[in-house]
């Protein structure tokens, strides 16, 4: 998690066989928020691309958020 510095910078994770891939992705969440930074992780074909999370990175999914009006 220290090496990501900049949103340019990325890194893939290789899952082994024995690697349960929900319990790798909330290790890598957690990790990042015990260092204070928000990242997006994203499946590959080996495992899961992590980088830090830009507005394009942002997930579309779930309730749309409310607006100031309402």
Known sequence: MNQLTDTETVFEVRLSRDDKPVTVRQRLMRAAQDQGK?????????????????????????????TAGS
Do not use: D, H, Q
């Open 38 to 66: 928000e990242i997006a992780v994203k499946k590959s074909p080996n495992g899961f691309v992590v980088g830090l999370m830009t507005p394009e990175r942002r997930s579309n999914r779930g309730r749309k958020r409310a």
